[in-house]
T-cell receptor, first 114, second 110 residues
Framework: DAGVIQSPRHEVTEMGQEVTLRCKPI?????LFWYRQTMMRGLELLIY????????DSGMPEDRFSAKMPNASFSTLKIQPSEPRDSAVYFC????????????FGPGTRLTVL | GIQVEQSPPDLILQEGANSTLRCNFS?????LQWFHQNPWGQLINLFY???GTKQNGRLSATTVATERYSLLYISSSQTTDSGVYFC????????????FGGGTRVLVKP
């Protein structure tokens, strides 16, 4: 079975540019999570969706960040405009909503904003 | 929010040694997972263990939910065990989101 798929794996951009990160969850999973990992703050949850509906976006740092999940097999995390402090590894994870809700992580997108 | 503390923060082992990593959490949890982040940055699922004991090869884990801690045991360590080990918990009545500990960085020397 394919795991969580993220693209791109690496992104280098200049300050002020728009960045879009993409995620395809495991087929059949109905919860999707976006995390960010930095040296200073470790792994932190940005936002999560249940059945394509955003449930908790309290971790989104500011209005420059937005996330969507138009259907059960695709989600995007957008940063506009990007800033150097957004440089981090962004992980997407998915799980079942009920019962055995183990989360599985994608390989991550390493974002560098110059 | 819930606090998750891992100890020790760093661990250096000689190949073949055994070790125990600890995860303490400050509130009741529905879910607890252990992950290994390898040197390439991938987060590998080790255990889904909200309570009880599980074993997988040279690794085993125990969670005592009533006392709010979990232990990860590594036996006969190998160089491929190097990396960072994370504990993550899902607090009860807080939705199904994980809060991560700071990790234990393990280096296994040949």
């Amino acid at each position: 079975d394919a795991g969580v798929i993220q693209s791109p794996r690496h992104e280098v951009t200049e300050m002020g540019q728009e960045v879009t990160l993409r995620c395809k969850p495991i087929s059949g999973h109905n919860s999707l999570f976006w995390y960010r990992q930095t040296m200073m703050r470790g792994l932190e949850l940005l936002i999560y969706f249940n059945n394509n509906v955003p449930i908790d976006d309290s971790g989104m740092p500011e209005d420059r960040f937005s996330a969507k999940m138009p259907n059960a097999s695709f989600s995007t995390l957008k940063i506009q405009p990007s800033e150097p402090r957004d440089s981090a590894v962004y992980f997407c994870a998915s799980s079942l909503l009920r019962g055995y809700n183990e989360q599985f992580f994608g390989p991550g997108t390493r974002l560098t904003v110059l | 929010g819930i606090q998750v503390e891992q100890s020790p923060p760093d661990l250096i082992l000689q190949e073949g040694a055994n070790s125990t990593l600890r995860c303490n959490f400050s509130d009741s949890v529905n879910n607890l997972q252990w992950f290994h982040q390898n040197p390439w940055g991938q987060l590998i699922n080790l255990f889904y263990i909200p309570s009880g004991t599980k074993q997988n090869g040279r690794l085993s884990a125990t969670t005592v939910a009533t006392e709010r801690y979990s232990l990860l045991y590594i036996s006969s360590s190998q160089t491929t065990d190097s990396g960072v080990y994370f504990c993550a918990v899902e607090r009860q009545a807080a939705g199904n989101k994980l809060t991560f500990g700071g990790g234990t960085r393990v280096l296994v020397k040949p």
